[in-house]
């Protein structure tokens, strides 16, 4: 049910989904999530970082989004993806 998003999603340029969860890039880089929590559909733990994105993918239960400088940034189920940080200075 997005719903709760509703009036954000406009300018979409792309969607992902999750088992659950679903992620749209807007044409200003941002990005919106909905669903699940566990599953992606809460980003606001790096909601901040998600700037400039330019594409994303998902997983089962996470997603995974390329910022325009090249950098990845993840959320969702850890054990799926969603926890990038010990490869971020990779």
Same mark, same amino acid.
């Given at each position: ?6 009036d ?7 969607i ?10 807007? +044409? /200003? ?7 699940? +929590?566990?599953?992606?559909g /809460?980003?606001? %733990?790096?909601? @901040?970082? %998600?700037?400039?994105?330019?594409q ?5 239960d ?13 959320w ?12 971020? @200075?990779?």
């Amino acid at each position: 049910d997005s719903s709760a998003v509703h009036d954000q999603l406009w300018n979409v340029e792309q969607i992902q989904a999750t088992c659950e969860a679903f992620a749209a890039v807007l +044409t /200003d880089g941002s990005v919106v999530t909905w669903g699940h +929590t566990p599953s992606g559909g /809460d980003s606001s %733990l790096v909601q @901040h970082q %998600l700037k400039d994105v330019v594409q994303i993918q998902a997983s089962v239960d996470a997603f995974a989004a390329i910022l325009a400088d090249g950098s990845v940034v993840s959320w969702g189920n850890a054990a799926h993806g969603g926890d990038s940080s010990n490869v971020q @200075h990779q």
